[in-house]
């Protein structure tokens, strides 16, 4: 009785979907952490865009950033580096079209040197 209580449980348990803290943003993407980040995550065509921002929210510049996202396209990872276009984010080009909710997960690096990622769902 108890062992198909806990296989019960358990079972429950594995159905009930991992969530990573996985919001909507304000630039139009979805929100996740990353380590002691928020990282925004835009997906437009064939571009991805990056936001960060602190524990707060607030925004944090780009510049001193590198990243990589790892996302899942037509059942396949894609690799897309990350760079600063500007104060405000790191952007990306993809090889295909990304939909506008990709599923994976966006790895950075901090001017300090300090690593972070965030999975999206």
Request: glycine share 12%; proline share 6%.
């Amino acid at each position: 009785m108890l062992f198909w209580r806990l296989a019960a449980v358990g079972s429950l348990l594995l159905a009930v979907p991992v969530c990573a803290h996985e919001v909507a943003g304000k630039n139009g993407g979805r929100v996740t952490d990353a380590g002691k980040y928020h990282v925004e995550l835009v997906a437009r065509d064939k571009t991805v865009d990056v936001y960060v921002t602190d524990e707060g929210e607030k925004p944090l510049p780009a510049t001193g950033f590198k990243g990589t996202a790892i996302l899942v396209i037509n059942g396949k990872p894609a690799r897309i580096t990350l760079i600063p276009t500007d104060d405000k984010k790191l952007t990306g080009t993809a090889e295909v079209a990304l939909g506008s909710a990709p599923k994976g997960a966006v790895q950075l690096t901090a001017p300090d040197g300090a690593t972070a990622s965030g999975k999206f769902n």
